[in-house]
């Protein structure tokens, strides 16, 4: 039963489809009065991603005696709406509308994964910056840590330009270069939980209200809906400044001196002939919390981002054909630059990529090693240089005929997943060894689950 001081807020709601009639049901909205259905009879419920959260009354600030439901998430947990359930309703032209609060606002935050965890493309808050990461970012947006926006995103279909809006204002809108900003073939929207490829750019947090509409919204209705939803008196609408951004690869971007900040610069060479590396992925994440914090690629070898000051940072590059290396840095007074030099390795493959464990005497992959081969597949279908060697294990328990075929069964189970997960069976081979390649003694139980395994290694594809 919803109380009587939440009816006004449900009241606002209502409010906005009186105002704003819809033709035909091409919007479906989440209060969270009702749990995770929607107002509108016949919509989708949304699911929950990660924890689940829950449903706290909040009081409407500076308003009286007025409460409204919201749902409370934690890290890296969300919402996820379900568009095969509507027959395509996000397909085309589509608004996304929240009405939310972020605990902790330092570095990306994830707002909206189009890819079902499977890209880091998609739209973030970043330093009180919009970012859809990695093609554009806004100027300073009114974003404060634990104090509700209202947030927008439009795509419009035809001319595949992007909006999106901060409490009612426009500010950022530019041309996707692709099809990042629209649900792949697993069509599912996914709201605050971060993706499996750095999986640590989100915050706990509370969401008072979900919208999705089938079309673009205007900005005169973005406008009005933020000051319904908000009860905030708004000023006179003055003309709104139109933000654009100018895509450019972030390989060539000129970066921009700031200040306040320290550049940290460095070189990225090959061990073996002290031979600049071209291209190389440069990412830098904070040392305290693992946070990222700045992402780019070497030019000539070289690269260049801005951190702030007297801070503890970890800068690692990835490159083809070699390992990844990691080094550290301090950053202090803000008119220093910092420069390093990193060396790398020949990639080596004398140990296993990934380990998959498995039940006594079952095939049957288990969420933590489903989640495992996501990430990898992941780095597989950007490595098509390199192929995958599966060896199936199990432990010395029963029959050694039957454990040779489960240690089959198991290699073709993860050929099956990595084969769903875009990994063509061209670039897998497997074998199963059975009980005769043990890791561990099979002396206790713990020995015996650390056997029962399909390890992943990778061989480069010989040409």
């Known amino acids: ?89 996000l397909n085309k032209s589509f608004t996304v509308e929240v009405y939310f609060k972020l605990d902790t606002l330092g570095s990306w935050k994830r707002v909206l994964d189009f890819k079902n965890r499977k890209s880091d493309y998609g739209s973030y808050i970043y330093d009180g910056k919009l970012n859809f990461y990695d093609f554009a970012i806004s100027e300073k947006a009114p974003v404060r840590a634990k104090q509700y926006i209202h947030y927008v995103y439009s795509r419009d279909f035809e001319t595949k330009t992007i909006k999106m809006y901060i409490n009612g204002l426009a500010k950022l809108e530019f041309k996707d270069p692709g ?134 940072y970890k800068i690692s590059v990835d490159a083809p054909g070699f390992q990844t290396k990691s080094v550290s840095v301090k950053t202090n007074n803000k008119s220093e630059e910092v420069k390093s030099l990193i060396s790398l390795a020949a990639e080596r493959y004398d140990r296993p990529f990934a380990t998959i464990l498995f039940t006594q005497s079952l095939e049957v992959l288990e969420s933590e090693a489903k989640t495992s081969l996501d990430s990898m597949a992941s780095f597989f279908q950007r490595r098509t240089d390199l192929k995958l060697m599966l060896k199936g294990h199990t432990d010395n328990i029963g029959d050694f005929d039957k454990n040779i075929e489960l240690s089959r069964q198991r290699v073709e189970t993860v050929r099956n997943y990595l084969n769903s997960k875009g990994i063509p069976n061209d670039r897998i081979e497997g074998v199963g060894y059975g009980p005769t390649r043990p890791s561990y003694k099979n002396q206790s139980e713990e020995q015996k689950r650390l056997n029962r395994r399909v390890e992943v290694w990778a061989e480069p594809i010989k040409r």
Request: hydrophobic fraction near 35%; aromatic fraction near 10%; proline fraction near 4%.
């Open 179 to 312: 099809t990042e900003g629209v649900l792949d073939q697993d069509q599912v929207l996914n709201f605050f939980q971060d993706d499996l490829i750095a999986n640590h750019e989100s915050s706990s947090g509370s969401v008072a209200l979900i919208r999705v509409y089938d079309r673009v919204m205007t900005p005169v209705f973005v406008r009005r809906s933020y000051q319904t939803i908000s009860k905030v008196k708004q000023p006179e609408i003055v003309a709104e400044k139109k933000v654009e951004v100018e895509v450019k690869p972030a390989v060539t971007a000129e970066p921009v001196k700031d200040a306040n900040l320290v550049t940290v610069s460095g070189k990225v060479f090959d061990g073996r002939n002290l031979q600049a590396v071209e291209n190389v992925d440069v990412s830098v994440r904070d040392s305290k919390d693992d946070a990222l914090v700045a992402q780019t690629k070497t030019v000539n070898g070289t690269y260049q981002v801005q951190l702030r000051p007297y801070e503890s």
């Open 1 to 89: 039963m919803i109380c009587k001081k939440s009816l006004k807020w449900v009241s606002a709601f209502v409010l906005i489809c009186i105002c704003f009639p819809s033709y035909s049901q091409n919007q479906w909205t989440y209060d969270f009065n009702n749990g995770l259905n929607a107002i509108e009879s016949g919509g989708p419920a949304l699911k929950v991603l990660g924890v689940p959260g829950k449903y706290v009354k909040e009081p409407i600030p500076d308003v009286k005696d007025l409460f409204r439901t919201t749902y409370r998430f934690e890290k890296n947990s969300g919402l996820q709406f379900n568009n095969a359930e509507t027959e395509g309703f």
